[in-house]
Structures are given as C-alpha cells and as structure tokens.
C-alpha cells in the first residue's frame, strides 16, 4: 500500500493551498480516509476525515471553515482544499487510510503517507 502527498509549498497568510494524496495498493472505497499535521516540537493532530462515499465529513475546530477534505474514489484520490491559511497551520502534513468506518479522526489509522510540508509566513 503506498499513500503519496504532494502539492504542499509556502505560501503568505490568507492564502490558499490545495493538498493531493494518491493512494495504491488499496480498495479505496472502502477505506475511510484522513489528513493529519505534525508541526516541529508539537504532536500529530488530526485535521479532517471523509468517509468511504464522501457523504460524511469531519472537522477539527481549528480548520472548519476553512479547509475543505473531499475524494475521488475513481481516481484513488484524497484532497484537501486550505484556505485563509495561517502561520499557525504550518507543518507536515500526512494523509491516511482506515479501513471502512465513517470519517472520525479519533481511531488508529492503518496505512500513512510520507507527508507534504506547508509552510504559512
């Protein structure tokens, strides 16, 4: 199974960036998945997750508003949409894959991508 983030990059505050995960090896559709941060010195945190058929989604309290998950299950597909970014949502960004359960990020995720750095200055 292999999970690869791209698009992260700098970018000012207020401005907007649009994270891609492409996923193999996989049944995509059957597994919910997520996107989790990691700043230097501080924890991984979730930041939002999307179920198996997208028709559920959910939210940490420190992006809802502003970044948007979504997935295209045809292309193995997860993104997330940020915008009115802002310094403190700086990091490493990494997507991940549980199996078949509805979006929630407070459950043990199976499959981990590398990670795509953000940086907001």
């Known amino acids: 199974v292999q999970l690869v983030e791209s698009c992260g990059g700098s970018v000012q505050a207020g401005g907007s960036l649009r994270l891609s995960c492409k996923s193999s090896g996989l049944t995509f559709d059957q597994y919910c998945m997520a996107w989790f941060r990691q700043a230097p010195g501080k924890e991984r945190e979730g930041v939002a997750a999307?179920?198996?058929?997208?028709?559920?989604?959910y939210y940490s309290d420190p992006v809802k508003g502003r970044f948007t998950i979504s997935r295209d299950n045809t292309k193995s597909a997860l993104y997330l949409q940020m915008d009115s970014l802002k310094p403190e949502d700086s990091g490493t960004y990494y997507c991940?894959?549980?199996?078949?359960?509805?979006?929630?990020?407070?459950?043990?995720?199976?499959?981990w991508g590398q990670g795509t750095q953000v940086t907001v200055s």
């Open positions: 991940a894959a549980v199996y078949g359960i509805g979006a929630r990020l407070d459950t043990e995720y199976t499959y």
């Open positions: 999307i179920s198996t058929g997208a028709d559920t989604t």
